[in-house]
T-cell receptor, first 109, second 117 residues
Framework: GQQVMQIPQYQHVQEGEDFTTYCNSS?????IQWYKQRPGGHPVFLIQ?????EVKKQKRLTFQFGEAKKNSSLHITATQTTDVGTYFC?????????FGQGTRLTINP | GAVVSQHPSWVICKSGTSVKIECRSL??????MFWYRQFPKQSLMLMAT?????????EQGVEKDKFLINHASLTLSTLTVTSAHPEDSSFYIC?????????????FGDGTRLSIL
């Protein structure tokens, strides 16, 4: 199945600093989804990327899908305390979603 | 938006008890639902794919006799942890997709925290 490596595992930033998490695969992905899970909560869908080189923005969040469709990134500009949580990338196969290890973001206000 | 309801939120019970967790799609039909398990500070691990009207597909290493899945209708899947033991204590989450086309976002229930004493 499609597996991804996500780095870093943890990231602690000062509020206002930027944050980036990376998702890498050894195989070409048909698509990739990103989810956010707040502490104690459940994953919430953020975005889906399908096209090679695709870039999508949601306010302060920028999502990229690599040209070779083997990597993806999520960048948050000027983090806020509400951004705290774990961010997961997840390629979706024919049926199922397989989550990366996640990047846990903590923020110092 | 699509809503998935999971019940109960918390379960604390004695070792040897069987626990049933329900997952419902409230405003859409879900021919397929997914069950995940998440240990503290770890990622979500897919346990099984629940298919309406047919047998569930289990991931490698997941005991089908231990984790019974029933998907009797288009809006309800249940996971029963049989004869639960302390090592089964975890956060169990279900999800479902809207629409028949691929790919598409998955909508998650709030999860069930299971503690076996």
């Amino acid at each position: 199945g499609q597996q991804v490596m996500q780095i870093p595992q943890y990231q602690h930033v000062q509020e206002g600093e930027d944050f980036t998490t990376y998702c890498n695969s050894s195989t070409t992905l048909s698509n990739i989804q990103w989810y956010k899970q707040r502490p104690g909560g459940h994953p919430v869908f953020l975005i889906q990327l399908v096209k090679s080189g695709e870039v999508k923005k949601q306010k302060r969040l920028t999502f990229q899908f690599g040209e070779a469709k083997k990597n993806s990134s999520l960048h948050i500009t000027a983090t806020q305390t509400t951004d705290v949580g774990t961010y997961f990338c997840a390629p979706q196969g024919a049926q199922k979603l397989v989550f990366g290890q996640g990047t846990r973001l903590t923020i110092n206000p | 938006g699509a809503v998935v309801s999971q019940h109960p939120s918390w379960v604390i019970c004695k070792s040897g008890t069987s626990v049933k967790i329900e997952c419902r799609s409230l405003d859409f039909q879900a021919t397929t639902m997914f069950w995940y398990r998440q240990f503290p500070k770890q990622s979500l691990m897919l346990m099984a794919t629940s298919n309406e009207g047919s047998k569930a597909t289990y991931e490698q290493g997941v005991e089908k006799d231990k984790f019974l899945i029933n998907h009797a209708s288009l809006t309800l899947s249940t996971l029963t942890v049989t004869s639960a033991h302390p090592e089964d204590s975890s956060f169990y989450i279900c999800s479902a997709r809207t629409g028949g086309g691929l790919p598409g976002p998955q909508h998650f229930g709030d999860g069930t925290r299971l503690s076996i004493l």
